[in-house]
T-cell receptor
């Protein structure tokens, strides 16, 4: 099975930088995803890492260390609209159907 | 940008009744999924579907659940006899899967909120 841990809640100030961490345990790692989810809405794809290192995409970056079972999502120049839940999800290559296993999500509150 | 479409957006049903949740995946996607999210809890995998058959299912996906692709575009989730604990947001997703695809991430639909009373 998989165990995915991320902080429950975080608060940050508009314009600042915030880092959301995710640790995971899996028998056959095959990719890590970050999704954003606003309340009552569908998750929307933010980033994907399968190799170690940093992937940058505008204000969002995601980092992966497979040996440590660790990832983080970095959000720069925070905006009020970034207040949402951020979901870390891992795919395991033992899953023939490419299913994702989600963490419980980190609820980010951006304050003025 | 292509979308995954789900209908209805809200469904209220009485305990014991059958419900069918409908999804239209993105047309060139090959894998289809159902996930659910009970209010305040994490997104949970139910089932994946490829080449007209189930490729994987979770422990949640018991005999009360079934999926079908009745035609070339629709993908449905049926709950045969709903229970109170089936109340959740149900998300359909689709992906272009396979090795070599840059990220073969999912596109989620906007969900169906199912309330069992």
């Amino acid at each position: 099975g998989q165990n995915i841990d991320q902080p429950t809640e975080m608060t940050a100030t508009e314009g600042a930088i915030v880092q959301i961490n995710c640790t995971y345990q899996t028998s056959g790692f095959n990719g890590l995803f970050w999704y954003q989810q606003h309340a009552g809405e569908a998750p929307t794809f933010l980033s994907y890492n399968v190799l170690d290192g940093l992937e940058e995409k505008g204000r969002f970056s995601s980092f992966l260390s497979r040996s440590k079972g660790y990832s983080y999502l970095l959000l720069k120049e925070l905006q009020m609209k970034d207040s949402a839940s951020y979901l870390c999800a891992v795919r395991d290559n033992s899953n023939s159907g490419y299913a994702l296993n989600f963490g419980k999500g980190t609820s980010l509150l951006v304050t003025p | 940008e292509p979308e995954v479409t789900q209908t209805p957006s809200h469904q209220v049903t009485q305990m014991g009744q059958e419900v069918i949740l409908r999804c239209v995946p993105i047309s060139n996607h090959l894998y289809f999924y159902w996930y659910r999210q009970i209010l305040g809890q994490k997104v949970e995998f139910l089932v994946s579907f490829y080449n007209n058959e189930i490729s994987e299912k979770s422990e949640i996906f018991d005999d009360q659940f079934s999926v079908e692709r009745p035609d070339g575009s629709n993908f449905t989730l049926k709950i045969r006899s709903t229970k109170l604990e089936d109340s959740a947001m149900y998300f359909c997703a689709s992906s272009v899967a396979g090795q070599g695809t840059p990220n073969y991430g999912y596109t989620f639909g906007s969900g169906t909120r199912l309330t069992v009373v």
